[in-house]
């Protein structure tokens, strides 16, 4: 079993940067491959990026590459979202995830999941 906690989120204005945090416990962190999603009102939750379990590799939704960074620190136990030249579309809450399997865009593989933080994007 993993806990993970987002934080960071907040009110911002279009162009500005946010960066989330999520921080794990339980389970050796260094043992999951990490991602985030996002939900915006009235639609499906769906992926925003990902990153291996070494951080060596990444992976990203098209609508935020080049502008959004998936790092983390595994001494830390925490996997971080640098979100840059935010859009008012971006406007989400945005939930961090914990895979058994591999870094994906997929879902499903993702075995445990955060409460979400909320980030809105003024125009």
């Known amino acids: 079993q993993v806990q993970l906690v987002e934080s960071g989120g907040g009110l911002v204005q279009a162009g500005g940067s946010l960066r989330l945090s999520c921080a794990a416990s339980g389970r050796t962190f260094s043992s999951y491959a990490m991602g985030w999603f996002r939900q915006a009102p009235g639609k499906e939750r769906v992926f925003v990026a990902a990153i291996s379990r070494s951080g060596g590799s990444t992976y990203y939704a098209d609508s935020v590459k080049g502008r959004f960074a998936i790092s983390r620190d595994n001494a830390k136990n925490t996997v971080y979202l640098q979100m840059n030249s935010l859009k008012p579309e971006d406007t989400a809450v945005y939930y961090c995830?914990?895979?058994?399997?591999?870094?994906?865009?997929?879902?499903?593989?993702?075995?445990?999941w955060g409460q979400g933080t909320r980030v809105t994007v003024s125009s």
């Open positions: 995830a914990a895979s058994e399997y591999y870094y994906t865009d997929y879902e499903a593989k993702y075995n445990y």
